[in-house]
């Protein structure tokens, strides 16, 4: 007897969840454009091109294995992204590409004789979805859309001064394909919360993204003996970014409860030294609301909190990179197609929110696009404790398969 299609998915995710193991864990470190980077794609196009599939890859380094079906006909893409967070769990935005290969494999092969599709496959693992390496985030998906200009993102620098076109050439990752004809767009994720897992929802479907604004921020003051500068002759950056993070963390109270999350995720100091006054601080501060009125009114807030601390301080602040996006909704047309494959199948599911941000954001806006959920035990994210039960993989895995059926027959 052969191997089904659960055993074959859960094989194959144990084999990719060894990609970047951060060791004595269960978690992953493979950051854009690294060598684990590099290991897992070529093991994604082993995967693909033994079911028949083409790979490529474009300027940016977004990897896609395609399935012709219809000649000419465009294309329904599918997946998320590979790369991750330092000591991030290994089911964010990697389950989604292994849930969007199996389904596309499994709908490939029923489809390649019966002449029912109407359109090709392709799947996608989006370069630089985490933007922890380079920023911004969602990098790939952004250039793909539009929305970043290919010159900018390739120009992008790490904390090492490299840049993404060298990080990606590095690994034999940057392409020249052309991008495929988009005619829809589906990705499924882990939910990243708690809500699913506590309402008993294995299936979610994602109505909206909250609204989002990150600023990148350098605090600038002045250099001094840590033990012999007078207290009052201090321009301390260090102790500037300090009340800015917890500024950062105060405005959540000036709101109701459960609508501003904040956080300043990533700071670097200068000269960083113990017996040095720091004379520059760097901080990602990250304002996230599903209301655009909170995130204004928040963003408008933190502008003030950071004149009122660069006076106190006699520090400079100021912002030299912001990316944001607008809590905006996806269609309607794909949220009633998921309902009907969720409830067909008898999977309780519910519409939902995310609060992160995915590849999809971008996509939604160029293509009639499909995003799911499956549930995150305890809402834990990015963090090597991540975790969903096999029974919610499998099932995530089947809805896909089934929306992705649906799509490219439509
Ligand atoms: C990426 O996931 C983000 O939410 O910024
Ligand atoms: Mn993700
Ligand atoms: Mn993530
Ligand atoms: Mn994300």
Redesign the pocket.
């Known amino acids: 007897m052969g191997v089904s299609h659960e055993e074959a998915f859960l094989d194959d995710w144990s084999a990719l969840s060894a990609f970047g193991a951060v060791a004595g864990t269960t978690g992953v470190d493979r950051q854009a454009a690294t060598e684990p980077d590099g290991e897992q794609r070529r093991w994604l196009d082993a995967l693909l091109t033994s079911e028949g599939f083409t790979v490529h890859r474009d300027a940016i380094g977004n990897q896609f294995a395609l399935c012709e079906l219809v000649p000419g006909a465009p294309y329904v893409l599918t997946g998320s992204h590979l790369d991750s967070q330092p000591t991030a769990g290994r089911f964010d935005g990697a389950y989604g590409v292994l849930a969007s290969a199996h389904a596309a494999i499994r709908t490939a092969c029923s489809l390649r004789e019966t002449g029912e599709a109407t359109r090709n496959i392709a799947v996608v693992n989006w370069f630089n979805?985490?933007?922890s390496r380079f920023k911004p985030?969602?990098m790939g998906s952004s250039v793909f859309t539009g929305k970043l200009s290919l010159e900018d993102a390739l120009a992008t620098v790490d904390r090492h001064g490299v840049t993404v076109r060298e990080a990606l050439e590095g690994i034999g990752e940057r392409g020249d394909a052309v991008a495929p004809e988009v005619a829809s767009y589906l990705e499924i994720h882990v939910e990243q919360g708690r809500a699913m897992a506590e309402n008993g929802i294995t299936i979610g479907l994602v109505e909206a993204t909250w609204g989002?604004h990150k600023f990148e921020i350098r605090v600038t003051g002045e250099q001094a003996h840590s033990g012999s500068a007078l207290m009052r002759d201090r321009r301390d950056a260090l102790l500037a970014a300090s009340r800015l993070v917890v500024a950062a963390r105060d405005l959540v109270e000036r709101f109701p409860e459960g609508m501003l999350h904040t956080a300043v995720g990533e700071l670097h100091v200068y000269p960083n030294s113990p017996v040095v006054v720091a004379s520059e601080a760097r901080l990602l501060l990250d304002l996230r609301s599903e209301s655009a009125e909170v995130l204004a009114a928040a963003t408008a807030a933190l502008m003030a909190e950071m004149e009122r601390i660069a006076a106190k301080d006699r520090v400079g602040i100021e912002i030299v990179a912001e990316h944001a996006w607008d809590r905006n909704p996806y269609g309607e047309a794909g949220l009633a197609l998921a309902r009907s494959v969720a409830s067909e199948m008898g999977l309780p599911h519910a519409r939902v929110l995310t609060i992160?941000?995915?590849d999809s954001t971008n996509m939604k806006d160029i293509a009639p696009t499909v995003m799911l959920f499956v549930p995150s035990v305890d809402g834990v994210s990015h963090n090597v404790n991540e975790y969903t039960t096999d029974a919610d993989l499998l099932a995530g895995v089947e809805a896909t398969t089934e929306v992705l059926r649906r799509l490219v027959c439509g």
Do not use: P, R
């Open positions: 979805e985490e933007g985030s969602m989002a992160a941000g995915h």
